[in-house]
């Protein structure tokens, strides 16, 4: 069982940075692989970022790519989200999630199992 809570949400103007936290509870928290998604008023949830358990591999959607970076310190159980360069589109409610270990990032929702309660990110133009 693993509990995961989001902070470091908030609002921010257009162009501006937030950094996000995940912080997980439970001993085996690098046997995970990590997420985040994001979902806006009226839409689905969508990925954002994933990593591997050891750090080393990381994928994300095309829309934040090159913008926003995902990390993970497994000494303090913790993910982060660094975005920059945020736009109004960026607006959302940020969710972390954590998935058994596979040989891939996975991307989709129905691949994790554990899901934080999410924190509400707002980029006005």
């Known amino acids: 069982q693993v509990q995961l809570v989001e902070s470091g949400g908030g609002l921010v103007q257009a162009g501006g940075s937030l950094r996000l936290s995940c912080a997980a509870s439970g001993r085996t928290y690098r046997r995970y692989d990590m997420g985040w998604f994001r979902q806006a008023p009226g839409k689905e949830r969508e990925f954002v970022a994933a990593i591997s358990g050891g750090g080393v591999v990381t994928a994300y959607a095309d829309s934040v790519k090159g913008r926003f970076t995902i990390s993970r310190d497994n000494t303090k159980n913790t993910m982060y989200l660094q975005m920059n360069s945020l736009k109004p589109e960026d607006t959302a409610v940020y969710h972390c999630?954590?998935?058994?270990?596979?040989?891939?990032?996975?991307?989709?929702?129905?691949?994790?199992?554990?899901w934080g309660q999410g924190t509400q990110v707002t980029v006005s133009s």
């Open positions: 999630a954590a998935a058994q270990q596979s040989p891939s990032v996975p991307r989709t929702i129905s691949e994790y199992a554990y």
